[in-house]
């Protein structure tokens, strides 16, 4: 069959407990979704995936949990409250909102050659070649283009930041800058020395202009991020491993190598801080006709050299007898004991987000067959680790008490092994079919034989193939397959 497209998962998803539309009940709010029964239980695996992986699995890399309100020279001082915005532009006709450089891209079918959308001073291009507007269709009605932040306002206290601008703070629109201003506080406690890395896993928050395409973009996310420190000189070869490590890291997770490729970002994409960023892109669109078009961003690694550590350290004065950083209290420097140097390390920083994953493992594990009625069946091959549900336990008859019972028993003594359900809500036929729509790896049936020779019909999902286990070695049959 051919690739599932969102709207295919969507639709899913909905149907089967995975991601439904937030405030359902009144309308909706635009972009904004709930993880399901079986969604937030595939998001945590996700996640304790990533987690025992950078954590548990190396040596090298410590937790951290930080605050999403911060002080608000946090976003000073690393730029955000001047930089981080969107180009933004208004259709006076109908009043719709959209960014500029979406906009153009769409328009042209293709990204400027320099990477990004830069619009001439004093020249509105949208009009100057009639860009229409996708509400409304009129083409010479656009606003000149205005800078729009993205980081979400809010007050500190009873006050309103209109009342006391020390009352402003943001939500963070990023995890990075919390584990940069503690650099000093995991160095200190943790007595790491260099390469080292520190991990978050955390809401984060971008009022962003058009989100869309279901949880591809959204306005509260979780991130999942690494910065990881290490001597200038070596960033260039940790960069490169960490791009090759998740490589096969995606792997593990279910996600096809045909589904993903590389874009090295040129010059003039780069962000202020980098010396080099690399995208991972998911084929999250097939249905469109142009390839290129058909990839977008799951992952970035990027080698923010020792940007984010100078700006939030206290400096020396400048030749102007002012100092560089007046409100920061420590200096997050690095002193080498082996060859006395005092230095900003360097940071290579792996940033994926846990929404974009679940929808590619998603995406890459639907798959439809025919069975032999002709019938055409949902099977969700996740990663037995992922699923959300390792085993169903299914009575053959559900009115016959002794098969109840003992199917009953099975899924209790099965649970404090791996996440098991019992089910006897439709004939064995269609139980099979919705526990292979939601990825459950292995159905347990437990029919009148059971009761007499103490065994049971263990299925595979993924090959519908059928074997008897005993009841005594079914925990060890399970726990083996499983992993």
Same mark, same amino acid.
């Given at each position: 069959?051919?690739?599932?497209?969102?709207?295919?998962?969507?639709?899913?998803?909905?149907?089967?407990?995975?991601?439904?539309?937030?405030?359902? =009940?009144?309308?909706?709010?635009?972009?904004?979704?709930?993880?399901?029964?079986?969604?937030? !239980?595939?998001?945590?695996?996700?996640?304790?995936?990533?987690?025992?992986?950078?954590?548990? *699995?190396?040596?090298?890399?410590?937790?951290?949990?930080?605050?999403?309100?911060?002080?608000?020279?946090?976003? %000073?001082?690393?730029?955000? *409250?001047?930089?981080?915005?969107?180009?933004?532009?208004?259709?006076?006709?109908?009043?719709? @909102?959209?960014?500029?450089?979406?906009?153009?891209?769409?328009? +042209?079918?293709?990204?400027?050659?320099?990477?990004?959308?830069?619009?001439?001073?004093?020249?509105?291009?949208?009009?100057?070649?009639?860009?229409?507007?996708?509400?409304?269709?009129?083409? %010479?009605?656009?606003?000149?283009?205005?800078?729009?932040?993205?980081?979400?306002?809010?007050?500190?206290?009873?006050?309103?930041?209109?009342?006391?601008?020390?009352?402003?703070?943001?939500?963070?629109?990023?995890?990075? &800058?919390?584990?940069? $201003?503690?650099?000093?506080?995991?160095?200190?406690?943790? @007595?790491?020395?260099?390469?080292?890395?520190?991990?978050?896993?955390?809401?984060?928050?971008?009022?962003?202009?058009?989100?869309?395409?279901?949880?591809?973009?959204?306005?509260?996310? *979780?991130?999942?991020? $690494?910065?990881?420190?290490?001597?200038? !000189?070596?960033?260039? @070869?940790?960069? &490169?491993?960490?791009?090759?490590?998740?490589?096969?890291?995606?792997?593990?997770?279910?996600?096809?190598?045909? #589904? =993903?490729?590389?874009?090295? &970002? +040129?010059?003039?994409?780069?962000?202020?801080?980098?010396?080099?960023?690399?995208?991972?892109?998911?084929?999250?669109?097939? !249905? @469109? !006709?142009?390839?290129?078009?058909?990839?977008?961003?799951?992952?970035?690694?990027?080698?923010?050299?020792?940007?984010?550590?100078?700006?939030?350290?206290?400096?020396?004065?400048?030749?102007?007898?002012?100092? =560089?950083?007046?409100?920061?209290?420590?200096?997050?420097?690095?002193?080498?004991?082996? +060859? #006395?140097?005092?230095?900003?390390?360097?940071?290579?920083?792996?940033? =994926?987000?846990?929404?974009?994953?679940?929808?590619?493992?998603?995406?890459?594990?639907?798959?439809?067959?025919?069975?032999?009625?002709?019938?055409?069946?949902?099977?969700?091959?996740?990663?037995?680790?992922?699923?959300?549900?390792?085993?169903?336990?299914?009575?053959?008859?559900?009115?016959?008490?002794?098969?109840?019972?003992?199917?009953?028993?099975?899924?209790?003594?099965?649970?404090?092994?791996?996440?098991?359900?019992?089910?006897?809500?439709?004939?064995?036929?269609?139980?099979?079919?919705?526990?292979?729509? $939601?990825?459950?790896?292995?159905?347990?049936?437990?029919?009148?034989?059971?009761?007499?020779?103490?065994?049971? +019909?263990?299925?595979?999902?993924?090959?519908?193939?059928?074997?008897?286990?005993?009841?005594?070695?079914? $925990?060890?049959?399970?726990?083996?397959?499983?992993?």
């Amino acid at each position: 069959m051919s690739a599932p497209n969102i709207e295919t998962i969507v639709s899913l998803s909905k149907r089967r407990g995975f991601v439904y539309p937030a405030s359902d =009940i009144y309308g909706g709010l635009g972009s904004s979704w709930d993880y399901g029964p079986l969604g937030v !239980e595939l998001a945590n695996n996700i996640k304790k995936a990533w987690w025992d992986w950078v954590v548990y *699995e190396r040596d090298d890399i410590e937790g951290l949990d930080s605050s999403i309100i911060q002080n608000r020279n946090v976003w %000073k001082y690393s730029g955000h *409250e001047t930089t981080f915005s969107d180009p933004m532009v208004d259709c006076r006709a109908c009043k719709s @909102r959209y960014r500029e450089d979406k906009l153009w891209d769409e328009f +042209t079918g293709a990204k400027e050659a320099e990477g990004q959308y830069i619009l001439a001073v004093g020249e509105n291009r949208l009009i100057k070649f009639e860009v229409p507007c996708p509400t409304c269709g009129k083409s %010479k009605e656009w606003t000149d283009s205005r800078p729009f932040n993205l980081m979400f306002r809010t007050t500190i206290g009873a006050v309103s930041s209109d009342d006391d601008p020390m009352a402003l703070a943001y939500l963070r629109p990023e995890t990075a &800058q919390g584990i940069f $201003v503690n650099f000093k506080n995991v160095l200190d406690t943790s @007595r790491r020395k260099l390469p080292f890395g520190i991990a978050q896993l955390g809401k984060a928050f971008r009022n962003e202009v058009t989100p869309g395409n279901f949880i591809f973009r959204t306005r509260e996310f *979780e991130q999942m991020e $690494v910065e990881y420190f290490c001597r200038p !000189e070596d960033a260039p @070869r940790i960069h &490169q491993e960490w791009i090759d490590a998740y490589d096969a890291w995606l792997g593990t997770l279910g996600i096809s190598s045909d #589904n =993903i490729k590389h874009y090295e &970002q +040129t010059a003039a994409e780069l962000a202020h801080y980098s010396d080099r960023t690399v995208d991972f892109l998911y084929r999250f669109f097939p !249905e @469109r !006709e142009d390839e290129e078009k058909q990839f977008d961003e799951l992952l970035g690694i990027a080698n923010r050299t020792d940007y984010d550590l100078r700006v939030h350290s206290k400096k020396p004065e400048g030749e102007d007898g002012k100092r =560089i950083n007046p409100d920061t209290t420590e200096d997050l420097s690095y002193f080498d004991p082996q +060859t #006395n140097e005092r230095f900003y390390p360097y940071c290579i920083e792996p940033s =994926i987000g846990v929404n974009r994953t679940l929808l590619a493992v998603l995406m890459d594990a639907y798959e439809e067959r025919t069975n032999d009625k002709g019938e055409v069946r949902v099977i969700l091959r996740l990663k037995p680790s992922l699923a959300p549900i390792k085993v169903a336990v299914l009575p053959l008859a559900k009115n016959n008490e002794g098969i109840v019972t003992l199917a009953k028993k099975l899924k209790r003594d099965l649970q404090p092994s791996m996440r098991t359900v019992y089910d006897d809500t439709g004939g064995i036929g269609k139980l099979y079919a919705r526990q292979d729509e $939601v990825g459950t790896p292995f159905c347990v049936t437990v029919d009148h034989e059971s009761l007499e020779d103490n065994a049971v +019909t263990v299925r595979d999902r993924d090959t519908w193939e059928q074997e008897r286990v005993s009841i005594d070695g079914l $925990v060890a049959y399970l726990s083996s397959r499983l992993s």
